[in-house]
């Protein structure tokens, strides 16, 4: 009997899917099965797996075909360039025995393996000051119930996925938030999240296209405290917008208002405090070199993440261009 299927969203058969899938197939059980979506399958096999071909689509798209192709209990959806610790299975066994619990998150580290300027992007969120939410990067905290969590290591009852309809395809990032949402609403119940339900997630290398990333994730929380408040409007999200307004008001009432200027001077140290925060959190798990040379993409981060949150606000809809 198959219990778990997961199901991997890829446009295209690539190095990082070559990994994910022979890291899975480590687990040594036989009650789990693996199904990967790309755009047009290919001849490569690989046990215990399938390609589906799912046409042109986005991630929300693929991942909503388990309804129709999965024949395990519960879905484990997995991004393709991550794959899960071998004990993965265990620990979700530890969950799903219980019949009350209907899905589990766990978070998503960085590999060992990813190079210098993917570790430095990683660190960004290692620090609640720096990236918000470090439990979705680092194995900390104890096992409580979430309302939110990335499908990157999110785990799901079949039933379930099914009841609550999917992920909402209209939009990318952000259909897990809206699915997550969708969950409470449609079941009355949350995500547990175990921090040892772990997953390894390689980052993104270089520095632009950290900020194109952090940038969408901005944009779409954004619109969603403007759509979706319920799981959204926290002030944890406001707080890089209000930063970045603080800045830029503050600068020109200085120019303006010379009694202004010290406290302007008072709130930048304020910041440097934040900043030297974030450093020494994040060398609790990183080495000084990343950790420092995280510091100028933690600033950045900062600013684009707050400026796309205020557009993501502004903007009426907000649709994904993979449907």
């Known amino acids: 009997m198959i219990k778990y299927s997961f199901i991997i969203p890829v446009k295209a058969i690539n190095d990082y899917i070559q990994e994910s899938v022979p890291q899975i197939l480590k687990i040594n059980r036989d009650d789990f099965e693996i199904i990967v979506y790309p755009d047009e399958k290919t001849e490569q096999t690989w046990s ?57 998150g766990g978070p998503a580290m960085t590999p060992a393996s990813d190079n210098f300027g ?37 785990s799901v009852r079949k039933l379930i996925f ?34 040892e339900v772990l997953v390894w997630h390689h980052r993104r290398a270089g520095f632009k296209k950290h900020l194109k990333q952090i940038g969408n994730y901005g944009l779409h929380r954004g619109h969603f405290v403007r759509k979706f408040p319920e799981t959204s409007r926290k002030l944890l999200y406001f707080i890089p917008s209000l930063f970045l307004i603080g800045v830029v008001l503050g600068f020109f009432a200085s120019i303006i208002i010379s009694n202004i200027t010290p406290y302007y001077i008072i ?8 900043i030297i925060k974030a450093f020494f959190d994040i060398s609790n798990y990183e080495s000084i070199q990343v950790s420092l040379s995280a510091i100028p993409y933690i600033v950045a981060t900062h600013f684009v993440y707050g400026w796309r949150f205020i ?6 809809e907000l649709k994904s261009k993979l449907r």
Do not use: H
């Open 162 to 195: 099914d009841q609550v309809g999917g992920f909402n395809s209209e939009y990318w990032p952000g259909e897990d938030t809206l699915f997550c949402l969708e969950l409470m609403k449609k079941t009355g119940k949350k995500i547990v999240y175990d921090p």
């Open 48 to 104: 215990k797996t399938r390609q589906i071909s799912s046409g042109f689509g986005g991630p929300a798209i693929k991942r909503s075909l388990a309804s129709r192709d999965a024949q395990g209990e519960i879905l484990i959806f997995i991004d393709d360039d991550a794959y899960p610790a071998e004990d993965f299975l265990e620990k979700l066994d530890l969950n799903f025995n219980n019949s009350e619990v209907v899905a589990v």
């Open 118 to 154: 993917q570790r430095v992007s990683g660190a960004v969120f290692l620090s609640k000051v720096s990236g918000g939410n470090p439990d979705r990067y680092i194995p900390i905290g104890k096992k409580r119930l979430v309302d939110d969590w990335p499908s990157v290591n999110l």
């Open 311 to 316: 557009l993501g606000l502004c903007k009426k």
């Open 267 to 274: 709130f930048l140290c304020l910041y440097v405090l934040v």
